[in-house]
């Protein structure tokens, strides 16, 4: 009998692979969507998925959103699987957003910055407003812009000039320290910045959201200013042993964003303003801006604040930000659990049966 629930069991999951390969496909009178079609006109979503994948990948990103039917976070788990089964081949230089070609940067701190203000492509400026245009066969939506003119190679920081008058704290190079690497590496306490930023740029972009907007409505200690957020390309190098010298492998596109707080000093450092820093693969600004503010607030031990809420608790913040452990903890409650309910279950009645006795005896006397 119980082998026939285990066969039982097997036909069933295979009829459910069935089932959702036909919902994918959906009404075969339609065009069938293909991962080029995706990866070109659903960027942001592939950005999403490369970003908390962990894996710069926008074709493989493509098909693991149209494998999970768009759910970004089913997708995301399916990069990360196939990520573990890649050979890591070397270590790249650090990269140098310095010299990014900007489509977009913006600053809310200075009007005026060296290099200009690059709206670029943004949802920003738009109508929320459907545009039935594009449910049209072939619609095109808002028309057309004007060709924009070539990015530069490389626009000065703008918070440039608070560094050089010694107005907001310094970036303090690594130099040889050996970086952690979450990808190889389980989180341990106390983390580490590079750990800590690490862990918010493949977190759930709705959590890490959530938390820098608690920031900002009285848990924590937060008055953001955004000092530079940037969209663009950077080159990845490599130094291969053989030759002792950095080549390009690749061209990224990323997103990064300065974010500037206020600090009153302390009786060993004057007052100046303090950074909280994002950067993530891909078109990721709501992303990137919320982990400013999460990195920011969770330096407050650091700055020698006092640490009372939820976005500045590294172990809180950092144990529950991955969408894919915390969608596989919540979904294991799919799987049988007959054996601790039944458990469950006659405790419960054997309590009731006490509870009553014990009230007709009280009734009694």
Not at 161 to 177: A, K, Y
Not at 272 to 283: D, E, N, S, V
């Amino acid at each position: 009998m119980a082998y026939a629930a285990v066969k039982g069991g097997e036909q069933a999951i295979l009829n459910s692979h069935k089932l959702i390969a036909e919902e994918r496909r959906g009404d075969p009178a339609l065009a069938e969507f293909t991962p080029a079609q995706i990866a070109s006109q659903l960027g942001l979503g592939v950005d999403r998925v490369i970003a908390e994948g962990s894996l710069y990948d926008r074709d493989l990103a493509a098909l693991a959103l149209k494998q999970a039917q768009g759910d970004a976070m089913e997708a995301i788990f399916l990069l990360r699987a196939y990520r573990t089964t890649l050979p890591r081949i070397g270590m790249s230089e650090p990269v140098d957003t310095g010299k990014m070609a900007a489509r977009r940067r913006i600053s809310a701190i200075f009007k005026d910055v060296p290099g200009g203000q690059l709206l670029g492509p943004t949802y920003d400026f738009t109508h929320r407003l459907l545009d039935f245009a594009l449910a049209a066969e072939g619609g095109v939506g808002e028309p057309k812009a004007e060709m924009a003119p070539e990015p530069l190679e490389t626009l000065p920081l703008v918070i440039q000039q608070l560094d050089d008058e010694g107005l907001i704290e310094p970036e303090v190079p690594t130099g040889e320290q050996e970086i952690f690497d979450l990808t190889r590496e389980s989180i341990s306490f106390p983390a580490g910045r590079d750990q800590r930023l690490q862990s918010l740029a493949r977190g759930d972009e709705g959590f890490v959201l959530g938390l820098a907007y608690s920031t900002l409505r009285g848990y924590g200690r937060s008055h953001p200013f955004l000092g530079e957020l940037r969209l663009g390309e950077v080159t990845v190098e490599l130094v291969p042993e053989e030759l002792g010298l950095a080549i390009e492998i690749a061209e990224i596109t990323v997103t990064e964003c300065q974010m500037i707080n206020q600090f009153r000093g302390t009786a060993e450092s004057a007052p100046q303003f303090t950074r909280g820093y994002g950067l993530a693969f891909g078109q990721n600004e709501r992303k990137t801006m919320s982990m400013a503010l999460v990195d920011r607030a969770l330096r407050a031990k650091e700055l020698g604040e006092a640490v009372c809420y939820p976005a500045q608790d590294e172990e809180f913040v950092l144990s529950h930000a991955d969408n894919v452990e915390a969608n596989g903890y919540v979904a294991r409650f799919k799987l049988p659990h007959y054996v601790d309910f039944q458990a469950e279950l006659q405790l419960v009645r054997q309590l009731r049966d006490e509870w009553h006795r014990k009230a007709m005896k009280d009734a009694a006397e």
